[in-house]
């Protein structure tokens, strides 16, 4: 009589992903989603400001040949204290440059809980899920979450020769600093080199959407 | 509350949020645990504080005191964690309470109209009437999509 084949261990499905702070919040990107890290200064040179854009939290432009990236200040679009940026993730297929505080490692997440449905605001679109590591909870972005469609449009079309019209708040803010409300400071270059050894898209398992209902039946009681 | 909370004589686990006690159905509760770290990250919505672990689940922490005595918790000795129903699904919240909490058999008295839409009924206990909660009604969650009017006017036509 033959035994049955011993059933194969199913591969544990993982991602990989990038824990970063912005003032202080830690927070996860998966890598994949991460097309280059630079450092402000690097940055500082192509970052054209925006008078008028009208979205705060949004004060530099920077143009990649054909496209242009906004640079989003993460603070402000979490709504933290400002925090001096020293690094800027580009994130692939957006046209986001996100400002960051610094990046605390590259691990690897093997469970991404969906938000709880008890979080049912905004911060439904800055995050795809939750993930426990270490005893620790961490938020896991969402890349295309930095700026609604909306946003883009308005961003857009405050770059075309004549938009004029600029909201309240802008003007009372008055022009932007040299990206300064978690901006391009000076003393930051030391943080390139950590950009430097990110590797290539896709060289990691990336599991993509599935990862994202992992936890979803669990939950259904 | 669903409609099996109003059987005659329930379970239900009666909690303390300063002075005062409320009511939860017991059917609801899934355990009652001393207080953990709580992670807190960036998010809008009033009322969560943030989630804790539990058993490998993340579970979302809701004061419901503010709303319910008029202030926060300044002192917490348990967190109550119940089930909370959605539109099509079922998720732990984490309820912080001050007090030991008390599994009760009493008869519920449903809710009326003039009522809150937390409470989900009365309860009447060693000479305290205590209000039972919804926490549908109590806790967030996405907004309840509301009928069209002219359906509504349509089922009142009806009945």
């Known amino acids: 009589m033959r035994l049955p084949a011993p059933a194969k261990p199913q591969a544990v499905r993982t991602e990989q992903i990038i824990l970063f702070r912005i003032s202080g919040q830690l927070l996860a990107v998966s890598s994949a989603s991460v097309q280059e890290v630079r450092s402000v200064d690097t940055l500082a040179g192509a970052a054209k400001e925006i008078a008028q854009a009208g979205i705060r939290k949004v004060r530099h432009i920077v143009q990649r040949g054909e496209h242009s990236l906004y640079v989003v200040n993460g603070a402000m679009h979490f709504g933290l204290p400002p925090s001096p940026a020293a690094l800027v993730f580009v994130l692939r297929r957006t046209r986001t440059a996100l400002l960051v505080d610094g990046i605390e490692k590259m691990t690897t997440m093997t469970r991404l809980q969906a938000l709880p449905q008890s979080f049912c605001n905004e911060e439904r679109g800055w995050y795809r899920g939750l993930t426990a590591l270490d005893q620790t909870v961490v938020p896991v972005v969402k890349p295309e979450g930095f700026l609604t469609p909306d946003e883009l449009l308005h961003l857009d079309s405050s770059q075309l020769p004549d938009a004029t019209t600029a909201a309240p708040d802008e003007q009372a803010a008055g022009a932007p600093p040299s990206v300064s409300e978690g901006g391009l400071l000076p003393g930051a270059a030391s943080f390139a080199a950590k950009g430097a050894g990110f590797p290539q898209p896709g060289a990691f398992g990336s599991v993509g959407p599935e990862l994202d209902d992992l936890d979803s039946a669990s939950l259904r009681q | ?159």
């Open chain 2, 1 to 159: 509350m669903s409609p099996t909370v109003e059987s005659a004589a329930d379970s239900f686990v009666l909690l303390r949020l300063g002075e005062r006690r409320f009511a939860v159905a017991a059917r609801i509760i899934a355990e009652l645990v001393a207080p953990s770290r709580i992670f807190r990250f960036p998010h809008r919505t009033k009322g969560v504080e943030g989630v804790i672990l539990r058993r490998g689940r993340i579970v979302p922490v809701c004061d419901v005191a503010e709303r319910l005595i008029g202030k926060s918790l300044r002192s917490r000795r348990f967190y109550l964690i119940a089930q909370r129903r959605y539109a099509s699904q079922t998720e732990w919240v984490a309820l912080p309470v001050t007090g030991e909490c008390e599994l009760i058999f009493a008869e519920m008295i449903p809710a009326s109209e003039a009522d809150m839409p937390h409470v989900a009924g009365w309860l009447s206990h060693n000479g305290d009437v205590i209000e039972v909660l919804n926490l549908a009604a109590l806790t967030p969650g996405p907004v309840a999509v509301t009928p069209p009017i002219a359906a509504l006017a349509a089922h009142e036509a009806r009945t």
